[in-house]
């Protein structure tokens, strides 16, 4: 009985382990189901990782489909007309496409991401300070973004309520920024959440416009259906007084800003390497499709004058006017929160690398995604400035000058990768195989002897003694060196000595190491010089020996008497 007691309570504690293993893992997963509902879904507790279609092309084609296409593609027709507003489109998504792809190049190449995005990518190829200042420049340029975004949604609202007030735009656009600075302040992942609702507004909204131009028109508002004469009256440009082609240019080339959306949160993906260039580049395709559709269906079934002088023609044009206006509202919003999203985190991650000493206090993070409160509220200031331009086609061009930039220091970047990237892959290579074990000599195994064994353990005592062995050789060497090298010098200085007493020679005297037999002539011929200080003279001529002067023999002294 006993026996059955001990063996099943040796079997239980056998299987307690497993079990509470099991139980804490149980208790885990209990805990993280009873969590107060307002904590798990409004704040982010944990650590959280998209995708490509989630995180990458949600966030793209958002910022790139944004409230410009909405409320500027008709005002850029009716100004420069079908064919130079297809060209601006190629011009612009050609940009987009070679800084996206120059981004993607260095992503393959550099194994961690990091989580600075453009800053980051910058920095690994042309360096901290470099990389700093591309940086700063693309959060500058993300903050003027936000403004404009802002700035068109409340331009919407209140041409949609007959506010025609400059400080009713301002308004507006202030009260939503702040909005969007709460939710991104929530964490990422209410901000991806809210993305993926709004990319499905999007959607709605584009397909109610395509439906609207072939349901019914409206000719008192400049919207007679399709017509070969609109077609090509509008074909050509008709700019309007102070507009060129590059004004027009650097109002529509905003669009292009939210390519880099998905580089910006490397940080917060599963998989960048993988995600970025799938996620990016079918944003691009979508977008630049979409866009020739805008372009090429408001240039075939609108006026002119009603493409340049109404900025929300296209709500013409829609089937159900509500939705188009949910979606531009919904697009203006969400490039905003992307651009308050991406700004922070790059002026976090200059912050904690400490390349800009003055803005190291951005760098502090909040909750497990380390959420930059700091950044974000400091890239919130300067968006409310730029607000109370209250002018989207002023605000534009600060834009596209900004971007520009930016996109041309990430095709550099790229470049100067990819001339040295090969070079420095073949160097690596060779030191890698100069510093192979194949190349070194292979040093005996040591074979480890088990614990209280009495057999000698190889590789440890021997190899001590061996090593003091060598050590004391390499002493004595020294020291018979340094026996040999005395003994030398006591040789030359006995030398020295036995010819100073010989001679009478001084010790610093010159060519005393090798005597000859007429040494005794030249030392009494050097006394003798040294004693009278005068040179040998010459041979007088016969008016000078008239005049030499008469010396008394006599005298010890040697006085000269004239």
Known sequence: ??????????????????????????????????????????????????????????????????????????????????????????????VAALASLSAIGICERVKDMGTGGVYYLVSKVLGGKIGGTIGVMYAFGLCVVSALYCTGFAESVTKTFHWDNEWAVRGVAIGTLLCLLAI????????????????????????????????????????????????????????????????????????????????NMSGDLKNPAKSIPVGTLSAIMISFILYLVFVLLLGSTCTRIALQTDFMIAEKVSAVGVLWLIGIYMSSTSSCSTGLYGAPRVLQSIANENVIPAIRFMGKGFGANKTP?????????????????????????????????????????????????????????????????????????????????????????????????????????????????????????????????????????????????????AVEATEEQTQYQTPTPLEPTEDEFVNQPEVDEDDSTNDVKY
């Open 1 to 94: 009985m006993e026996e059955g007691l001990v063996d099943g309570g040796s079997q239980h504690s056998g299987e307690t382990p497993v079990q509470d293993l099991f139980h804490e893992e149980a208790a885990h997963q209990h805990g993280k189901s009873h969590k107060p509902w307002w904590k798990s879904q409004f704040f982010v507790i944990e650590p959280v990782l998209f995708g490509t279609w989630d995180g990458v092309f949600t966030s793209c084609l958002i910022n790139i489909f944004g409230v410009v296409l909405f409320l500027r593609t008709g005002w850029m027709v009716g100004n420069v007309g079908i064919g130079l507003a297809v060209l601006i489109v190629m011009i612009t998504i050609t």
């Open 184 to 263: 991104n302040l929530a964490g990422v992942k209410w901000v991806i959440r809210l993305q993926l609702l709004l990319l499905l507004v999007l959607i709605v909204s584009t397909s109610d416009f395509i439906i609207g131009t072939f349901v019914h028109t409206d000719p008192g508002a400049g919207y007679v259906g399709y017509s070969p004469q609109v077609l090509h009256n509008n074909t050509g440009p008709s700019l309007q007084v102070g507009e060129t082609f590059f004004t027009v240019f650097g109002v529509f080339f905003p669009t292009a800003t939210g390519v880099m959306a998905g580089v």
């Open 373 to 521: 409160v700091i950044a974000i509220c400091v890239v919130g200031l300067v968006s409310l400035l730029f607000i109370f331009i209250g002018n989207l086609n002023l605000i534009s061009p600060v834009i596209t000058c900004n971007f520009m930039l930016v996109y041309a220091s990430v095709d550099y970047s790229y470049f100067a990768l990819a001339m040295s990237y090969d070079k420095r892959i073949k160097n690596f290579s060779k030191y890698k195989e100069s510093s192979s074990p194949n190349q070194r000599k292979a040093s005996p195994r040591v074979r480890h002897v088990s614990y209280g064994s009495n057999e000698i353990r190889p590789g440890t005592m021997d190899e001590f003694t061996k090593d003091l062995d060598t050590m004391e050789k390499i002493s004595k060497e020294k020291e018979n060196e340094t026996a040999t090298a005395t003994q030398k010098d006591t040789i030359q200085r006995t030398g020295r000595e036995y010819l100073k007493q010989s001679y009478g020679l001084d010790e610093n005297e010159k060519n005393v190491d090798q005597p000859d037999d007429n040494a005794s002539d």
